[in-house]
Each structure stands twice: as C-alpha cells, then as structure tokens.
C-alpha cells in the first residue's frame, strides 16, 4: 500500500521542507533586521522580497498541479 503512494509522499514531503526553509529564512532575517537596527522601510522591502519569493513557489506548485490534472504535462 506504501508503495502506490511513494510519489505523493514525496511530494508532500518536498513542500513540507520548502516550508520549513522559508520559515527559517524568515526567523534569520527577522533576528538580522533587528541586530542591524535596520530602518523600517528597510524591513519592509526585505520582507516583501522573502515574500514575493514564497510566493513564487506557491504559484509554482499551483500551476504544476493545475497542468498536471490537465494533461498538459
């Protein structure tokens, strides 16, 4: 039975990491932005790029598993 859901569980775990990634990114960034007294637009434009980053690979994974039930690819 294991066997049948290799592919899922895989996937299932790839995006589990990528989360994991992304929140430690996250948690560094956030302790380097407040060591460096960083002003706060600053922050502002460092958060919106580890945001538009995230949700890049969001889009990804949508679009892939949009084609994917498609056929397309």
């Known amino acids: ?3 049948e859901y290799t592919e899922q569980i ?3 775990g790839l995006y589990g ?3 994991l990634l992304f929140l ?3 948690m560094s960034i956030q302790d380097l932005l407040k060591r460096g007294d960083v002003p706060k637009f600053g922050r502002n434009i460092v ?3 580890l945001f538009f ?3 890049g690979f969001i889009a990804k994974a949508i679009i ?3 084609w994917t ?3 397309i690819g």
């Open 53 to 55: 980053g995230c949700f």
């Open 10 to 12: 895989e996937i299932i």
């Open 64 to 66: 892939e598993i949009i």
């Open 24 to 26: 430690l990114i996250g």
């Open 1 to 3: 039975m294991l066997q």
């Open 69 to 71: 039930s498609a056929g």
């Open 47 to 49: 958060w919106a790029v």
């Open 17 to 19: 990491f990528y989360i």
